[in-house]
């Protein structure tokens, strides 16, 4: 496996790859990234994952400076699974002047998550992109966990005309149903006890869905009171259009119902997709 830290080294690395397949992370790798991996690996001849926290996806109060940092655990980790390329940036390698063009993006990026982390999914899209015409991949593979976050990469790559397949892995989650995070770290003891209700909270609200409740903004309340009666911080609970991430309408068939909410200072979110 080789470990590659510079943008020129990377691109002379790949530059006879037919295939390249990527997994771009922020690192503090666990099972769920790991399967992102083998996803990839089975969609192409190389596999490139990318380690970097990225600062234009932080708000002035958010962890950026607290955020896990595993980089050598991460590549033991990768090299044991038969990664082929890991690349490593540092901030002045991705970012050697300041970062002032941006990714403009649609209403969506600005809603549910982006209106609590304002900014952040420019952030996102801005570096996925950067990193895109880096890698210059076939394929890219990010985990269903942040369902909008993949849709937004979906669409900027379908409305750029960017050759890349993107592909969603399915959520990886703890015995008890907790969605694998790196920020699950930051959970107390009593926390993380608490912390697999809002999966059952959302299936819940799948089952009265799929049992026949269509009373979106009731459901949505209800399930935000119910965790917030239990010390939840609730930024929301939404359900969507899978395909769209609008409200549904009659004819909508695939749905998503997803929700952000803290417990403590840990804030973690969640989704479910599902037909009706």
């Known amino acids: 496996m080789d470990i590659i830290s510079t943008i020129p080294e990377l691109r002379a690395r790949l530059a006879q790859e037919a295939r390249i397949a990527f997994v771009p992370t922020m690192g503090n790798l666990h099972a769920g ?31 950026l400076a607290s955020y896990p940092r595993t980089l050598q655990a991460d590549c033991e980790k990768l090299q044991e699974i038969g990664c082929d390329v890991v690349f490593t940036p540092d901030e002045t390698a991705l970012y050697p002047q300041p970062q002032d063009v941006l990714i403009a993006l649609p209403e969506i990026a600005d809603q549910l998550s982006g209106a609590v982390r304002l900014g952040h999914f420019h952030g996102v899209a801005t570096v996925v992109l950067k990193l895109f015409n880096i890698v210059r991949p076939q394929v ?13 990469i979906r669409h900027m790559v379908e409305q750029l005309a960017l050759p890349i397949e993107i592909l969603k892995g399915e ?3 703890e015995q008890d149903g907790l969605a694998m995070s790196s920020r699950n770290s930051y959970l107390k003891p009593a926390e993380r006890m608490e912390a697999p209700r809002l999966y059952k909270a959302l299936q819940q609200v799948v089952q009265a869905v799929q049992g026949g409740r269509h009373d979106f903004a009731a459901m949505e309340a209800q399930t935000t009171q119910t965790l917030t009666q239990l010390g939840w911080q609730v930024d929301y609970v939404a359900v969507r259009s899978a395909n769209t991430l609008q409200t ?29």
């Open 33 to 63: 990234h790991i399967s992102l991996v083998n996803l990839a690996q089975q969609r192409g001849n190389c596999v490139v994952s990318s380690i970097f926290v990225n600062p234009l996806q932080f708000a002035p109060n958010e962890d």
């Open 248 to 276: 549904p309408r009659d004819h909508d068939r695939d749905l998503v119902v997803l929700s952000s909410a803290k417990l403590g200072k840990t804030r973690l979110i969640d989704n479910i997709v599902f037909a009706v």
């Open 171 to 173: 959520t990886v989650r």
């Open 140 to 152: 890219a593979v990010f985990g269903q966990k942040d369902f909008q976050q993949w849709h937004i």
